[in-house]
T-cell receptor, first 115, second 115 residues
Framework: SAVISQKPSRDICQRGTSLTIQCQVDSQVTMMFWYRQQPGQSLTLIATANQGSEATYESGFVIDKFPISRPNLTFSTLTVSNMSPEDSSIYLC????????????FGPGTRLLVL | AQSVTQLGSHVSVSEGALVLLRCNYSSSVPPYLFWYVQYPNQGLQLLLKYTSAATLVKGINGFEAEFKKSETSFHLTKPSAHMSDAAEYFCAVSESAGANSKLTFGKGITLSVRP
């Protein structure tokens, strides 16, 4: 299994500002994922982050808006840039684990409200 | 492209009653299907997953789901609801069973359990 922590757990931000969300895993993992869960909506994959390479963004998401860092095998950050109220969401990171039970583990999420 | 439909946003059952949460999928390739549960202020936790072995999949906490290709469904059931089952449930589909596969989620269903 994998234990994932995220910081901050929640925040209230002003429009036009940026927020960096941290994701820490208790074991080394190859790939980390960032999801967004908008109010009343399903989880949507923002990007996939491999250590040592550029993140791969899904359609509708761009690096200028959601820059991602992946400095090592246990840590990643997602920045929500130039925020607007439409960015109010829960942001979750997840990691894939191998072994007898391959599955994705999710962090507790960061609840963001943009005013 | 893949998609998941979870009809309705809220299901309420009495404690001890049958839980049935519906999930229908669309996939151009043989799908891999997952059910995740999210308790308040926690990350998503894998309940069970279908990976083309047995069509009836048993998961944690007494939940099970049956893959029906003819109906493109993967409904989640539990014979007897417990108060602790109150949470949000997400169905997801993937093109592969690996832990690093991209997941496409449904909108989620909130389960309430009445005493």
């Amino acid at each position: 299994s994998a234990v994932i922590s995220q910081k901050p757990s929640r925040d209230i931000c002003q429009r036009g500002t940026s927020l960096t969300i941290q994701c820490q895993v208790d074991s080394q993992v190859t790939m980390m994922f960032w999801y967004r869960q908008q109010p009343g909506q399903s989880l949507t994959l923002i990007a996939t982050a491999n250590q040592g390479s550029e993140a791969t963004y899904e359609s509708g998401f761009v690096i200028d808006k959601f820059p991602i860092s992946r400095p090592n095998l246990t840590f990643s950050t997602l920045t929500v840039s130039n925020m607007s109220p439409e960015d109010s969401s829960i942001y979750l990171c997840s990691v894939g684990t191998s072994g007898t039970l391959e599955t994705q583990y999710f962090g507790p999420g960061t609840r963001l409200l943009v005013l | 492209a893949q998609s998941v439909t979870q009809l309705g946003s809220h299901v309420s059952v009495s404690e001890g009653a049958l839980v049935l949460l519906r999930c229908n999928y669309s996939s151009s390739v043989p799908p891999y299907l997952f059910w995740y549960v999210q308790y308040p202020n926690q990350g998503l936790q894998l309940l069970l997953k279908y990976t083309s072995a047995a069509t009836l999949v048993k998961g944690i906490n007494g939940f099970e789901a049956e893959f029906k290709k003819s109906e493109t469904s993967f409904h989640l059931t539990k014979p007897s609801a417990h108060m602790s089952d109150a949470a949000e449930y997400f169905c997801a589909v993937s093109e592969s069973a690996g832990a690093n596969s991209k997941l496409t989620f449904g909108k989620g269903i909130t389960l309430s359990v009445r005493p």
